[in-house]
């Protein structure tokens, strides 16, 4: 696309000055003029909107006012990274966030643009600590999306300034997202020492400033890197990795009917109640039978892509379900599900498994809708005198094959015709993943963008209709959530948009379908006959202490004969072979432990050190168990100091009050506290922390 005359002046005359880190009040702000502004495209609904074509992004760094003591922190440090026409222009940098205030003035002022966006790689934190002083020069926000309390995503000014947040976008760190798109500047670890006290007339150290700028230019770098591969504008850039997908599958459905699709999809608010209802997270469950116990082998079969894998392989409800005349019976759904999606409530008295030791039960204790004399298994049902929950024809598969019961009951029953999905859909998702497969290792700017796209499609299908929104008191800095009344009117307004294309029955059935396959291949490729146990699953991924490779073959096999059949057959990429939906080996343990889900640690055949994955200890939080898995018990304690792990505490000024200056002459105004934060392990299972039960030759049985 050609540039006018006037764009290409301003451009050579900001490239003639040359990029500087400067310290904020030495910067020559009026060199500004010179970046573009560009009109957003369909903006007259709304009036004209100019924005600055310009990438800022912006980072503070934090305080404690003593060492080892908590409470209010200050604002020590503060980077602003400016890029345009592909190039960086300057890093500001300063120390107090009134100058940070005092900065943001003067490029608002002298950009030629009425909209200006400003990033902050987790902003939900850089904006605790400005936020009085913002609020302070340019009154509260005109408008704020949060996507969970405390978690501000995009904030809009009355004055046009709009703060968004990047991380949500790059879902990554800032360090693995410039890493993966290969950019200039990389962030400079370890020249920050976060743990010494710093107060707002301190130097900086060449170090220092290296660090505060390295944040923000690598900031601005992937973001331009990013909007050049997404052919975007810097005001139509998608606020989240989902709403990259989002624009791609609008443009592609507004070219193949998809709204006369959705439409014939699409039901009642109560049938999309229903649906909520029915929705069920990936299965995630640790075999409660050899909990705490070492074994001495352990293999995970991991499927490639298995939520892309549903959407392309299997059929699903293409009309809108509509409610049954007639009874019908499990063998009734069952015996018709090829050609029809049922969901219904399913209702039974006396219901446990069929055999008490089968390691991992279906029936998830949070969906249950009435429920009586429950005994559970980590959130899922062994046995109950009384159970209701909603249900399609994969749950009632699954649930049959594994529960007796005295007596059950189907109520509500639903129905709606089953297709596959439509092709404009599935050959989107498939070319994701070619492109994905294609790029590893060759364009990592693109490769980053396709993998997180492929990852988004399932998402994009299973966002409610209608949402909670949740609010911020600016007065208080805390946030509450409302949804409001007029829930259906909200809903069919919804409906009525032309922007929504992907029925939200289409990711329940994906997430059901994906479940049902994961039971299916630890079913039929787990080595049973010679000693092999299904140890732990996690939504697309099973360990085994031993797998029958024959029928693991001829599970994948099948697989890609499936996908061959369906029009999306392997490929081959530098002699290595692609395929959507097979099972592959994802590494092996010399020794595996388990103490129930998002709890478990192995050490790894190939690098031979322990790697654990714990629900809230990050990876490093390893260390603490010594490089011995037996340490891997309940009771464990993974300091914070070790794994990195951090506790946020808010401390927020009063209504009314004013920021301050403490004793070391520090302003200061609303702060978040950080400390690090110990972790105790512990388990759903009754498992003795006695040593002695966790020597070896208790676990040959399992080998």
Not at 219 to 232: F, I, M, P, R, S
Request: aromatic fraction near 14%.
């Amino acid at each position: 696309m050609g540039h006018t005359k006037n764009y290409r002046w301003a451009c050579d005359q900001l490239a003639a000055i040359p990029y500087k880190l400067c310290k904020w009040a030495e910067f020559d702000y009026t060199i500004l003029k010179y970046i573009n502004k560009v009109t957003r495209a369909g903006s007259k609904k709304h009036g004209k909107q100019v924005y600055n074509d310009c990438f800022i992004m912006a980072d503070t760094e934090t305080s404690k006012k003593k060492k080892n003591a908590r409470g209010a922190n200050h604002v020590c440090a503060w980077s602003l990274a400016i890029r345009a026409y592909h190039r960086n222009v300057v890093c500001l940098y300063g120390s107090r966030p009134d100058e940070f205030i005092y900065s943001l003035n003067n490029i608002l002022k002298y950009m030629p643009g009425d909209h200006t966006i400003i990033y902050f790689h987790n902003l939900s934190y850089d904006y605790v600590f400005l936020r009085k002083f913002l609020f302070a020069e340019f009154g509260t926000p005109a408008s704020q999306l949060n996507t969970k309390p405390y978690y501000p995503i995009s904030i809009r000014f009355k004055n046009k300034l709009e703060l968004r947040d990047s991380l949500i976008l790059s879902q990554c760190k800032l360090e693995k997202w410039a890493k993966d798109l290969n950019v200039e500047h990389q962030k400079a670890i370890g020249s920050w020492d976060y743990d010494k006290i710093r107060n707002q007339t301190g130097r900086f150290s060449k170090q220092e400033l290296l660090y505060i700028q390295n944040d923000v230019l690598a900031g601005v770098e992937c973001l331009d890197a990013l909007c050049t591969n997404l052919n975007k504008h810097v005001y139509s850039m998608p606020f989240t990795a989902t709403g990259v997908p989002r624009d791609e599958t609008r443009a592609i459905g507004r070219k193949n009917k998809a709204k006369q699709t959705f439409n014939k999809c699409v039901g009642s608010w109560s049938v999309q109640m229903m649906l909520e209802l029915l929705f069920h997270g990936g299965f995630t469950h640790c075999n409660r039978n050899i909990a705490g116990w070492i074994q001495s082998w352990a293999e995970c079969e991991d499927f490639t892509s298995s939520y892309p894998t549903s959407f392309l392989l299997n059929k699903f409800p293409m009309d809108k379900f509509r409610k049954a005349d007639v009874e019908m019976s499990p063998e009734d759904i069952l015996r018709t599900c090829d050609d029809y999606a049922y969901m219904f409530v399913l209702s039974v008295t006396d219901v446990e498994l069929k055999d008490p030791f089968y390691p991992m039960p279906m029936l998830q204790t949070s969906k249950l809708l009435h429920y009586d004399g429950k005994i559970e298994d980590n959130g899922r049902i062994l046995k109950a005198k009384f159970a209701s929950i909603v249900f399609n024809e994969y749950d009632l598969q699954l649930f049959l094959s594994m529960y007796k019961f005295r007596e059950l009951r189907i109520t509500d029953l639903y129905y709606s015709a089953k297709d596959y999905l439509p092709r404009w859909f599935t050959d989107y998702v498939y070319q994701l993943f070619k492109d994905k497969s294609a790029l590893r290792g060759v364009d990592p700017i693109l490769y980053a963008i396709q993998k997180a796209k492929l990852n988004s499609c399932y998402g994009l299908t299973v966002q409610k209709p209608v949402r909670i929104d949740i609010k911020e008191d600016y007065e208080t800095g805390t946030y509450y959530e409302t949804q409001g009344d007029q829930l259906e009117h909200k809903y069919n307004d919804f409906v009525k948009n032309f922007n929504n294309i992907l029925p939200y029955q289409w990711g329940v059935w994906c997430t059901s379908e994906s479940m049902f396959r994961l039971f299916d291949l630890a079913t039929t490729c787990i080595d049973y006959e010679n000693g092999g146990i299904w140890l732990y699953s996690d939504t697309d991924s099973v360990y085994a202490t031993k797998w029958n490779k024959e029928k693991l073959k001829a599970y994948n096999d099948n697989i890609r004969a499936k996908m061959i059949e369906r029009g999306y057959p392997p490929f081959e990429i530098n002699g290595k072979e692609f395929c959507l939906g097979v099972a592959t080996f994802d590494g092996s343990y010399e020794e595996w432990i388990g103490l129930g889900a998002k709890r478990y640690c192995g050490r790894s055949s190939e690098d031979h050190e322990i790697h654990i994955t714990v629900s809230g200890v990050p990876k490093s939080g390893s260390k603490s168990l010594n490089n011995e898995i037996r340490n891997f018990k309940p009771g464990m304690v993974f300091d914070g100091i070790t794994s990195g792990k951090k506790q946020h505490t808010y401390y927020m000024l009063e209504p009314g009050q004013e920021p301050y200056i403490d004793e070391n002459g520090n302003l200061t105004g609303d702060s978040i506290d950080l400390e690090p934060c110990d972790y105790t392990l512990d388990s759903p299972y009754d498992i003795p922390t006695d040593i002695e039960l966790y020597l070896p030759e208790l676990t040959e049985e399992f080998e």
